[in-house]
């Protein structure tokens, strides 16, 4: 469990294995359960017409409000990178969103600035504002670092299943190692075919030997990788 600026939130041990529509279901759960909570204040504040029933209505309704905000690190940010997960790379999802999540908390301040010259001062959007801006471009920066991390993930569920859905990339033998490792998907096993200007391969780079030349050897490129495995 987290403490961040919008609330509590709770880290889920095995989301990471979850299906893209499971973790949409899982992001969505939470909001969900905000605005049902709020309806049912709603209603017993209008049945027995006591404060704090309002009260409970108005925190569900503005924690659902929130949280459905498309951005990171916020439930609807979630939802939308998983949805353009479905027709993108994890790592085109995570540019995506955190580019939209940045201009959100844009909006947000200059929403916060315009209400202050109406002497009005809400510095809880203010707050929201920066933390989205701040949790984009930090989700942004540790990309590469989650997608390293996953290679162990992936490993665990291929001995645990027994099998491990793969897919291919072509690439350009003089790219770097690191270029490859951005193109790398969160959940499948890639197998690189290496090219050469006439777009012939002259070799083949797994995902589990790209991390680990990156390790041993540096950020070299994948010709540099293919002739170390000849000698």
């Not at 009260?55 to 951005?71: R, S």
């Not at 162990?152 to 291929?158: A, E, I, L, P, Q």
């Not at 291919?168 to 490792?181: P, R």
């Amino acid at each position: 469990m987290e403490m961040s600026p919008i609330g509590l939130s709770i880290n889920l041990k095995d989301i990471d294995e979850a299906t893209i529509t499971q973790d949409i279901i899982i992001s969505i759960s939470a909001p969900l359960i905000n605005l049902i909570f709020s309806l049912i204040f709603l209603g017993l504040f209008n049945i027995c017409m006591f404060n704090i029933f309002y009260q409970l209505y108005m925190i569900n309704l503005a924690i659902f409000i929130i949280n459905i905000i498309p951005a990171f690190p916020l439930d609807g940010g979630r939802v939308l990178r998983d949805i353009i997960y479905v027709k993108k790379n994890y790592k085109t999802s995570v540019k995506i969103t955190s580019i939209i999540s940045i201009i959100l908390g844009i909006v947000l301040i200059l929403i916060y600035i315009s209400l202050l010259l109406l002497k009005l001062n809400n510095l809880s959007i203010l707050i929201i504002g920066i933390f989205i801006i701040v949790s984009a471009i930090i989700e942004r920066k540790r990309l590469v670092y989650l997608i390293m991390a996953d290679v162990v993930k992936k490993k665990w569920r291929f001995l645990k299943n027994k099998y491990l859905e793969n897919y291919s990339i072509s690439i350009y033998y003089k790219s770097y190692l690191i270029e490859g490792a951005k193109l790398i998907d969160k959940k499948r096993y890639a197998i690189f075919y290496v090219l050469n200007e006439d777009m012939c391969p002259i070799g083949m780079v797994s995902e589990g030997e790209l991390f680990q030349a990156l390790k041993n050897k540096g950020n070299i490129t994948f010709i540099q990788l293919l002739n170390d495995k000849v000698l």
